[in-house]
């Protein structure tokens, strides 16, 4: 991190969360009139760090937080705001990953559904939050992550034995 360089951090930073404060800026009127909703692409990184990945983990930290300030400025606008936060998810960005079986093997181990998300299963997360079924969900950062947050992060003890 230390070694990282400045303009590598503002470009991450600007993208990242600067795209997403942009895009809701320049909507918000029209969702506003609509009574619309936005439904961020967060991450698990973004509601607890990974090693060695601050410049992920902090913009996604940003857009969680971000996600439930919009909500409460703007839910009694009529406007619902929430994240998705994915775990490991199987898109062309993370198709190299899958042929490392050792790396795998050890997000296997981690996530209790025993397996990376397929794009459609995230996909169907966002379209309920943005069904009328979800009408009095806001505010929040949900994990779609095959139940990796459930750990406190300890070692499975049971798995010891």
Known sequence: MTEAPFDDWAKTM????????????AAMPHLIAS???????????????????????????????????????HGKDGVRVNAVC???????M???????????AKFRERIPLGRGAEPSEIAAVVAFLASDDANFVSG?????????????????????S
């Open 14 to 25: 600007a993208t990242n969360v600067g795209g997403v404060f942009h895009g809701c800026r």
């Open 140 to 160: 929040v950062a949900l994990p779609v992550d095959g139940g990796l947050t459930a750990s406190n992060g300890q070692s499975n003890m049971a798995s010891q």
């Open 35 to 73: 009574r619309g909703c936005i439904v961020h692409t967060g991450s698990i990184s973004g509601l607890g760090s990974d090693w060695a990945l601050g410049f992920y983990n902090a913009p996604k930290g940003a857009i969680v937080n971000f996600t439930k300030a919009l909500a409460l400025d």
């Open 94 to 104: 993370t198709e190299d990953m899958k042929g490392d079986r050792k790396l795998m």
């Open 86 to 92: 994915p775990s490991l998810t199987f898109t062309p």
